[in-house]
């Protein structure tokens, strides 16, 4: 079994140098130990949720868990908190439950996707099977309904939405674009949805359990949506790295598996013979993949495709979002809080740099 991280605020910071980056100056230092106390809160918690009480599941629903992660989420609610009353126990919970419900994503995804490394490890369904691992991420969908549960109606009917688009977004995502939709505008709107509803709704958890005022909610739903997409869009550059240490799986996974991403919907439009013939060669090369071919026959398309202009117009998109997602924070007061997420959504898009 893979080792706990350390502590959380080590974890966060090893990702996305959150202590250097983000929490800069003497006036953030009370802001980021306050941070990092939420988040070893949030670490305590999860470590008690995943405690099933049955030794297969107890193992499995632990696995992806104790690989590691960015806690990117909880964060997101510990920060957003601070505009009320602070991390209160609602927070903890809500922050909690939304960082299981990610966890259980990831168990499905790579099922979906035929991932076989996931932080570093062996996916879970490479160790357990497909079964195994679906019924995994279904464990921890409820367990995290029944923490939300335990908050209110109100966090009731967010987990529900949140969970409703995140289904919507990975559904989407499998059948593809349909005959009208712009391929590009749909691929967005599937990391919304997959993405970004969830760092949403880690934002919103913050506003709404900490007593923040109203106004405050709309802010931070657009901005954690907005960084989400950014997100996203940046670790499709980050796929096609040549360094498996930086993605924690195997370079270019999501292409090699027929899983469109940004720099290859942007090869799509290009309109020059060479980036016709590279697509051509990449579509070729994940059928005869889907056909049970070595995966390793797209190393030298996913090489070009890292030095196509398409991925450093990628890189540019990724940084637009961002700057979306700073916009969104007009409504909330100036102070660390605005400042650290403002510099959050900047390191999002800076970290394959």
Do not use: C
């Not at 629903?61 to 964060?75: H, Q, T």
């Not at 994940?286 to 026959?297: E, K, L």
């Amino acid at each position: 079994m893979t080792p706990r991280p350390s502590t959380p605020g080590s974890q966060l910071t090893s990702h996305l140098g959150l202590t250097e980056r983000i929490f800069v100056g003497g006036k953030m230092r009370r802001l980021a130990a306050t941070v990092e106390e939420g988040l070893t809160r949030v670490e305590q918690r999860l470590a008690e949720e995943l405690q099933v009480g049955d030794a297969l599941a107890d193992v499995t629903s632990r696995y992806l868990y104790e690989a590691g992660g960015k806690r990117l989420r909880p964060m997101l609610s510990i920060l957003t908190a601070q505009l009320g009353d602070g991390a209160t126990d609602e927070v903890i919970a809500g922050a909690t439950a939304l960082e299981m419900t990610h966890l259980g994503s990831l168990y499905h995804d790579d099922v979906m996707d035929g991932a076989d490394v996931r932080r570093g490890v062996p996916s879970a369904h490479a160790v357990w099977g497909n079964n195994v691992a679906i019924l995994t991420g279904d464990l921890l969908f409820s367990r995290a309904s029944q923490l939300m549960a335990q908050i209110g109606e109100r966090a009731i009917r967010m987990q529900a939405d949140t969970f409703e688009r995140l289904v919507l977004g990975q559904m989407h995502e499998t059948v593809g674009a349909q005959a009208g939709d712009d391929p590009v505008e749909f691929y967005l709107q599937v990391l919304a949805d997959k993405t970004g509803s969830l760092i949403a709704a880690a934002g919103q958890v913050g506003i709404l359990f900490s007593g923040a005022p109203a106004a405050y909610e709309q802010a931070v739903l657009d901005f954690g949506e907005r960084v989400g997409i950014a997100f996203q869009l940046l670790d499709d550059v980050i796929d096609l790295s040549a360094d498996p240490d930086e993605t924690g799986k195997v370079p270019g996974t999501d292409l090699r598996a027929g899983v469109p991403t940004m720099p290859y919907l942007l090869l799509g439009r290009a309109a020059d013979p060479g980036s016709a013939e590279l697509k051509s060669s990449i579509d070729d090369g994940v059928a005869r993949i889907a056909d049970g071919a070595d995966p390793a026959i797209l190393d030298d398309e996913l090489a070009r495709l890292r030095e196509h202009p398409a991925t450093e117009a990628t890189r540019r998109l990724a940084a637009e979002w961002s700057g979306d997602a700073v916009a969104a924070l007009d409504p909330l007061p100036d102070g660390t809080v605005r400042e650290a997420l403002t510099r959050f959504a900047h390191v999002v898009v800076d970290r394959s740099r």
